[in-house]
């Protein structure tokens, strides 16, 4: 049976496809506890009970309620942004929606050994990315790069999120043998890496920013119950930016309007006006599944921001943010069997 429009998120256990999707994951659509498909259909007439998490989440009414999307980003945003999503979690093993506002800065669902290692091999596709960004640049206006580039880590609250930061930080600091450990005016500590024969240089900002603007998208009632239930809403977001629902889960507008509220508080800071003059920072936003493809399709311009689910993030896996819809994956629909 298959349910039309309906997506699916990927379990724990992911394999590569060849397709024209390119670099989205595959499901193997089974639970990685329970070995069976996940899958199933929820009567409508069935009853659902909140989680215990959810019934204890006292920051649960400060989720945004709005009516519209926001307005666009601006054009010409200060810095350059890298979306990273968590690796794989503990929740993720056991097959739950993990959005409980009661977890951030917690301990509680962080990384697997496997999701600290797919945090850790991110920093190679991350330089990748910034490579290829910094020599495209340089080729359009002409000009060199000014050196050394700060890169900056914003990352969600949750324990899953930040450690997928640190992952990627310890990547970039081990994956270059050149690196140089430096001390800021701040007393903090930094490091230079050096690519393309010292032509292109990064200083690495070790400390990471945790944002409440980068927590995961809230499923409200729907909040620790197992995957499958994520059938409930996104087929919702495709035709209603604004739907919160029976289960009062957190809209696909409300996520973008927390967001643009983020980039613009990063991109106005000091933090970030007190380079050289002209100066881009790159910043890595370190995330989860659902909150990066909405900020992603939004970031673009895309007409329908609801379409979100089928431009999957793998995890571990990190995008540069465009400012264009050419500059999207191929959208891959993932139909629940």
Known sequence: MKFAGAFCRYSSTTTTSSSSCGRIKRLAFQSPIQKKTIFSCIPRSATTTPSS??????????VLIVDKMPPPLPLNLRNKYYLLRHGQSEGNVEGVISSSRSLKYSSKHGLTPLGYQQGYDSAKSLLELIQQSIIQQEKDTNTATPTPTRVFFYSSP?????????????????????????????????????LLQDKIMLDIQTDILLKDGLMERYFGQLDGLPLSTYAYVWPEDKNNVTYSGRFNVESVAAVATRLRELLLE???????N??????????????????????QLYASGIDNVGEFSSYRFGNGEV???????????????????
């Open 53 to 62: 998490s959810d019934q204890n989440d006292e920051s649960a009414p400060d």
């Open 158 to 194: 949750f324990a899953r999120a930040k450690q997928t930061a640190q992952a990627c930080i310890d990547g970039l600091l081990s994956s270059i043998p050149s690196n140089e450990e430096i001390m800021n005016q701040n007393g903090q500590n930094n490091t230079i890496v050096n």
């Open 266 to 272: 990063i991109d106005h800071s000091d933090l970030h």
């Open 274 to 295: 007190g380079g050289q003059p002209q100066q881009e920072d790159i910043i890595v936003l370190t995330s989860h599944a659902d909150v990066l493809q909405i900020l």
């Open 319 to 337: 995008r540069f943010m465009g400012r264009t819809t050419d500059t999207l994956p191929d959208p891959c629909p993932l139909e629940i069997p």
